[in-house]
């Protein structure tokens, strides 16, 4: 909605404006989910960290 509202006016929209704007026309938008991001470390690496320390 940003991008199109963007292109239309040729001017630079902040995003709370749009949201503003959305809300008076009885918009809502679609909002991604968070990706949940899990690092797994191989014990190869917890090794040579732990020997590194030691």
Do not use: D, P
């Amino acid at each position: 909605m940003m991008l199109y509202m963007n292109r239309k006016f040729n001017k630079k929209l902040n995003h709370k404006r749009i949201y503003r704007l959305m809300k008076v026309a009885g918009l809502k938008s679609v909002i991604r989910k968070k990706k949940n991001v899990i690092f797994i470390l191989s014990t190869t690496c917890c090794r040579k960290c732990v020997e590194q320390r030691i």
